[in-house]
Protein backbone atom coordinates (compact mmCIF):
# COMPACT_ATOMS: atom_id res chain seq x y z
CA UNK A 1 0.00 0.00 0.00
CA UNK A 2 1.62 3.41 -0.83
CA UNK A 3 1.10 6.87 1.02
CA UNK A 4 -1.78 8.14 -1.00
CA UNK A 5 -3.84 5.02 -0.97
CA UNK A 6 -2.72 4.96 2.97
CA UNK A 7 -4.45 8.60 3.26
CA UNK A 8 -7.63 7.31 0.96
CA UNK A 9 -8.19 5.05 3.01
CA UNK A 10 -7.93 7.07 6.59
CA UNK A 11 -10.00 9.46 4.92
CA UNK A 12 -7.32 12.69 4.36
CA UNK A 13 -8.96 12.86 0.61
CA UNK A 14 -12.45 13.00 1.88
CA UNK A 15 -11.40 15.82 4.57
CA UNK A 16 -10.24 17.59 1.40
CA UNK A 17 -12.94 17.35 -0.50
CA UNK A 18 -15.06 18.27 2.45
CA UNK A 19 -13.01 21.40 2.95
CA UNK A 20 -14.11 22.34 -0.61
CA UNK A 21 -17.11 22.80 -2.09
CA UNK A 22 -16.08 20.91 -5.12
CA UNK A 23 -14.34 17.36 -5.22
CA UNK A 24 -11.95 18.48 -7.75
CA UNK A 25 -10.78 21.46 -5.73
CA UNK A 26 -10.23 18.89 -2.84
CA UNK A 27 -8.28 16.50 -5.05
CA UNK A 28 -5.92 19.11 -6.23
CA UNK A 29 -5.06 19.55 -2.63
CA UNK A 30 -4.46 16.28 -1.71
CA UNK A 31 -2.89 15.44 -5.06
CA UNK A 32 -0.85 18.63 -3.87
CA UNK A 33 -0.29 17.27 -0.42
CA UNK A 34 1.07 13.76 -1.77
CA UNK A 35 3.25 15.43 -4.31
CA UNK A 36 5.17 17.06 -1.14
CA UNK A 37 5.83 14.00 1.03
CA UNK A 38 7.72 13.00 -2.06
CA UNK A 39 10.03 15.55 -1.16
CA UNK A 40 10.37 15.12 2.66
CA UNK A 41 13.10 13.56 4.62
CA UNK A 42 13.42 9.62 5.43
CA UNK A 43 15.19 10.00 8.36
CA UNK A 44 17.48 12.30 10.06
CA UNK A 45 20.15 12.44 13.03
CA UNK A 46 20.12 14.83 16.28
CA UNK A 47 23.40 16.15 17.34
CA UNK A 48 24.90 13.58 15.10
CA UNK A 49 24.14 10.75 17.82
CA UNK A 50 20.91 9.79 17.43
CA UNK A 51 19.20 8.78 14.47
CA UNK A 52 15.15 8.47 13.96
CA UNK A 53 13.07 7.63 10.74
CA UNK A 54 9.42 7.23 10.26
CA UNK A 55 9.23 3.37 9.88
CA UNK A 56 12.16 1.41 11.92
CA UNK A 57 15.82 0.46 11.49
CA UNK A 58 16.52 -0.84 7.78
CA UNK A 59 17.71 -4.39 6.91
CA UNK A 60 20.01 -2.41 4.73
CA UNK A 61 22.08 -1.22 7.55
CA UNK A 62 23.37 -4.77 7.90
CA UNK A 63 24.73 -4.15 5.09
CA UNK A 64 26.82 -0.70 4.63
CA UNK A 65 29.18 0.72 6.03
CA UNK A 66 27.78 4.01 5.62
CA UNK A 67 24.05 4.22 6.14
CA UNK A 68 23.41 7.76 6.10
CA UNK A 69 25.35 8.66 2.78
CA UNK A 70 23.40 5.71 1.55
CA UNK A 71 19.62 7.11 2.74
CA UNK A 72 21.24 10.65 1.13
CA UNK A 73 21.58 8.41 -2.39
CA UNK A 74 17.80 8.10 -2.71
CA UNK A 75 16.60 9.96 -5.55
CA UNK A 76 14.31 12.47 -5.08
CA UNK A 77 10.95 12.85 -5.59
CA UNK A 78 10.56 9.58 -4.14
CA UNK A 79 8.24 7.70 -6.10
CA UNK A 80 6.59 4.42 -5.51
CA UNK A 81 8.52 2.77 -8.08
CA UNK A 82 11.53 3.86 -6.29
CA UNK A 83 10.03 1.96 -2.89
CA UNK A 84 9.13 -0.86 -3.93
CA UNK A 85 11.45 -1.10 -6.71
CA UNK A 86 14.58 -0.90 -4.86
CA UNK A 87 16.37 -4.15 -4.22
CA UNK A 88 17.64 -3.73 -1.27
CA UNK A 89 14.14 -1.96 0.21
CA UNK A 90 15.76 1.12 1.85
CA UNK A 91 13.38 3.64 1.25
CA UNK A 92 10.75 1.20 1.92
CA UNK A 93 12.30 -0.22 5.68
CA UNK A 94 12.50 3.58 6.42
CA UNK A 95 8.63 4.71 5.99
CA UNK A 96 7.36 1.22 7.01
CA UNK A 97 9.75 -1.37 8.78
CA UNK A 98 8.26 -3.36 11.64
CA UNK A 99 10.62 -5.04 13.43
CA UNK A 100 10.01 -8.80 12.48
CA UNK A 101 11.55 -11.93 11.81
CA UNK A 102 10.69 -13.42 8.37
CA UNK A 103 8.41 -15.90 10.05
CA UNK A 104 6.33 -13.11 11.44
CA UNK A 105 6.32 -11.14 8.23
CA UNK A 106 4.51 -14.00 6.49
CA UNK A 107 1.56 -13.84 9.38
CA UNK A 108 1.31 -9.93 8.85
CA UNK A 109 -2.44 -9.09 8.78
CA UNK A 110 -2.73 -6.43 6.14
CA UNK A 111 -5.62 -4.37 8.16
CA UNK A 112 -4.14 -4.76 11.78
CA UNK A 113 -0.40 -4.86 11.72
CA UNK A 114 1.34 -7.47 14.05
CA UNK A 115 -0.28 -8.79 16.81
CA UNK A 116 -3.51 -8.68 18.08
CA UNK A 117 -5.62 -5.43 18.57
CA UNK A 118 -8.01 -4.86 20.93
Not at 82 to 90: A, H, I, K, P, Q
Amino acid sequence: MNGSQIQHRFQFRDSCRSFFSSDSMGDDLWNAVNDCFDYLPLAGTVDGMIFFTHGGIPRHLLNSNNILQDINNIKRPLKDSDVYGDSTFLALDLLWSDPATGDQESSVNDSDGFGTNY
